[in-house]
T-cell receptor, first 111, second 114 residues
């Protein structure tokens, strides 16, 4: 069965530090993967997506993600975190007729 | 500007009452979705629709109903049969059902049962 797992419920980083949010998926076919960000009380905004091709994808706000088929992972990274990056982050898998979302990782940024 | 509009942003309902959440999109998207979000549980699919006059149950459809009479509109009714309706509800759309499409989200409706 298809699923998305985000192992880290909550992460705290210092402003200016690097960030990596983990995402693992389970799917028997070629995955189409996404990272979304959600500010409190708001909808989800797309950060980046992976459909095919280069395994390192660039997104908005300086985020990037690397697809690793051998590890069934799609981890999100940012070299230097800004206070405005504090939010909830969701990894998602599209199987063709449904999007499957992870349970999210809450990011706190400390000055 | 194109996008998805959900209304109202906040909604209060008395126990035993039905309530309808509105979702309108002007992106000319064929597929629309309703998700429920609870703390620590991510997004769970309630219903989705591929085309007008057609919709399918998602993982947690019990106690909910939808209609798709127009391409741009996909209202969700939370019925009195839904045992725990207090949650944040998100509507989304995509250009079509298919793996290489992304979902666009509205700003959500927070429903509270009082």
């Amino acid at each position: 069965a298809q699923s998305v797992t985000q192992p880290d419920i909550h992460i705290t980083v210092s402003e200016g530090a690097s960030l990596e949010l983990r995402c693992n998926y389970s799917y028997g076919a070629t995955p189409y993967l996404f990272w979304y960000v959600q500010s409190p009380g708001q909808g989800l905004q797309l950060l980046l997506k992976y459909f095919s091709g280069d395994t390192l994808v660039q997104g908005i706000k300086g985020f990037e993600a690397e697809f690793k088929r051998s590890q069934s992972s799609f981890n999100l990274r940012k070299p230097s975190v800004h206070w405005s990056d504090a939010a909830e982050y969701f990894c998602a898998l599209n199987t063709g007729n449904q999007f499957y979302f992870g349970t999210g990782t809450s990011l706190t940024v400390i000055p | 500007d194109g996008g998805i509009t959900q209304s109202p942003k906040y909604l209060f309902r008395k126990e035993g009452q039905n309530v309808t959440l509105s979702c309108e999109q002007n992106l000319n998207h064929d597929a629309m979705y309703w998700y429920r979000q609870d703390p620590g549980q991510g997004l769970r699919l309630i219903y989705y629709s591929q085309i007008v006059n057609d919709f399918q149950k998602g993982d947690i459809a019990e106690g909910y109903s939808v209609s798709r009479e127009k391409k741009e509109s996909f209202p969700l009714t939370v019925t009195s049969a839904q045992k725990n309706p207090t949650a944040f509800y998100l509507c989304a759309s995509s250009s079509e059902l298919g793996m290489n499409t992304e979902a666009f989200f509205g700003q959500g409706t927070r429903l509270t049962v009082v």
